[in-house]
């Protein structure tokens, strides 16, 4: 059959004729003479397209299209009218119908208003194929990995992700803490609303609130107009906030009354905008000793942190590295229109054998350049960054020397600078904080701070203002 097709009108005749001519192209032709009785078959039975008549005793076409629409969103609906009572159908396409037949009609015209309107159809059943098959491809199982605890993260993601519950996502910078984001997003119930990023740290405090709340025209110099800020812009659906730490003091006040009234007022502005929308956030910092140090409020914190979500480090994810690899040699093979399948067992093991501070990020810019730069479809150890080799190399001349003092003397010469600097930007210069992390002493960080001539004081953000 070519479709299945549902009429519902009063008049026995237009029954009739319509059943003969639709049958005679090929449709699965059902109809009924009023609408209850068609409303009964919609829900009994899935049809394509409806043919209704507007002027029904009993029960309107307008009624019926609207309570055909609750039953089947997608069904697409012609409706019937006179030429006394076209401005009403009309009226009804605004409402939803497809498009509207003027009787009396011919069966040429039956026949092209219904394979146009079935045309109709199949896009929208095309739509609907297409965001779930987009829907499984960012799904939770999408995310490339198979270790210990990667799987630990996804299966909270699972659980969590059908909720409204805000989620606080921490980890290193590069571990994918965006797309942890969008998987929750995609497995909600609000995946078919909007998922909007806003990168916290990317612009000033006045512009970032401007971006966020919108504004009304003449807020400030400039606003020539009115500004749906991206709280209004994400309503029932999910706003990421990226970076949140980063936020002002300011800021952060009064996105915690946000969350708390689930409205705000847009600068300037007078009237209460009312949102439903689901807040994730990330950081790269450790909000909570942030938030002891007097650098976050504790109260928008426990708004924000009712689920906390670490994706681990590409270091702690043992067996992915592999994996991943297949993966992003996929990705850019077919961006660059090049078949790279393989790389060798010598340009693998500096893979496996690199630590990655940059995490995931930094290996997929790593597996990107080899792709472009090797030859044939084998990636070979020369192919991949000197970095890497480099620090290959320099681990297996520690491992060849003799003593501990010796070894770790040339580690600290090579090393000892760069993980410095990394420990005291990743810890915001609290000394306390860095020898934990390091597992070392608080007097041997000092020590190592003089030997490299390295001030923490450059690293430590500076304390919110104190208020009365």
Same mark, same amino acid.
């Given at each position: 059959?070519? /479709? ?15 059943? *003969? ?123 490339? /990995? ?27 910078? /590069? ?12 497995? *909600? ?5 909007? &998922?909007?990023a806003v990168d916290c740290a990317a612009l000033p405090s006045n512009l970032l609130?401007?971006?966020?709340? /919108? ?25 990421? !906030? ?58 928008? !914190? ?29 990705? &850019? ?65 520690i491992q060849d020397a003799i003593g501990y003092k010796a070894a770790r003397e ?7 600078? *760069? ?39 450059? &690293? ?6 104190? *208020?009365?």
């Amino acid at each position: 059959m070519k /479709g299945r097709i549902l009429v519902i009108d009063d008049d026995t005749a237009i029954l009739q004729a319509c059943r *003969s001519i639709l049958e005679d192209g090929g449709y699965d032709v059902e109809v009924a003479s009023d609408g209850r009785a068609g409303l009964e078959r919609l829900r009994l039975k899935l049809f394509d397209l409806a043919l209704v008549d507007l002027k029904m005793p009993g029960m309107s076409g307008i009624e019926v299209l609207q309570e055909a629409t609750a039953i089947h969103p997608e069904l697409v609906t012609i409706i019937f009218t006179a030429y006394g009572t076209i401005e009403s159908a009309v009226e009804a396409t605004k409402m939803g119908a497809f498009n509207y037949i003027t009787k009396p009609f011919t069966s040429k015209q039956l026949e092209a208003a219904v394979e146009k309107g079935l045309e109709h159809s199949r896009l929208l059943c095309d739509n609907v194929r297409l965001r779930q098959e987009l829907k499984e491809c960012c799904a939770v199982h999408q995310i490339v /990995g198979q270790s210990p605890a990667l799987q630990m993260m996804l299966a909270t993601i699972t659980k969590v992700a059908p909720s409204s519950t805000n989620v606080l996502i921490m980890g290193e910078s /590069g571990t994918g803490k965006e797309l942890v984001a969008r998987a929750l997003h995609t497995n *909600s119930s609000r995946c078919d609303g909007p &998922f909007i990023a806003v990168d916290c740290a990317a612009l000033p405090s006045n512009l970032l609130e401007s971006e966020l709340f /919108g504004h009304e025209k003449g807020a400030f110099t400039g606003a020539d107009q009115a500004k749906r800020g991206l709280l209004e812009l994400a309503h029932e659906g999910t706003l990421f !906030l990226d970076e949140i730490g980063e936020l002002s003091p300011e800021l952060q006040a009064k996105l915690l009354r946000t969350l708390q009234e689930r409205s705000f007022r847009r600068l300037g502005g007078e009237r209460l905008v009312t949102v439903d929308i689901r807040i994730l956030s990330s950081t790269n910092r450790d909000l909570p000793n942030e938030a002891q140090q007097g650098r976050f409020r504790q109260d928008l !914190l426990y708004r924000l942190n009712v689920v906390t979500l670490i994706p681990p480090p590409l270091r702690e994810r043992k067996g992915d590295v592999a994996l991943l690899a297949e993966h992003f040699l996929r990705e &850019f093979s077919l961006a660059t229109n090049r078949t790279v399948a393989r790389l060798t067992p010598d340009a693998m093991q500096l893979l496996e054998e690199y630590h990655w501070p940059g995490n995931v990020r930094e290996f997929r810019n790593v597996i990107e350049r080899a792709v472009v730069l090797c030859d044939n479809d084998t990636v070979r150890a020369r192919d991949l960054p000197d970095y890497l080799r480099k620090q290959a190399q320099l681990g297996q001349e520690i491992q060849d020397a003799i003593g501990y003092k010796a070894a770790r003397e040339q580690w600290l010469e090579s090393q000892g600078r *760069s993980y410095l600097t990394l420990l005291l930007r990743r810890n915001h210069g609290n000394i306390s904080a860095m020898a934990r992390e390091a597992q070392i002493s608080r007097k041997s960080v000092y020590e190592m701070l003089r030997r490299f001539e390295i001030d923490p004081r450059q &690293f430590q953000s500076p304390a919110p203002p104190q *208020s009365e």
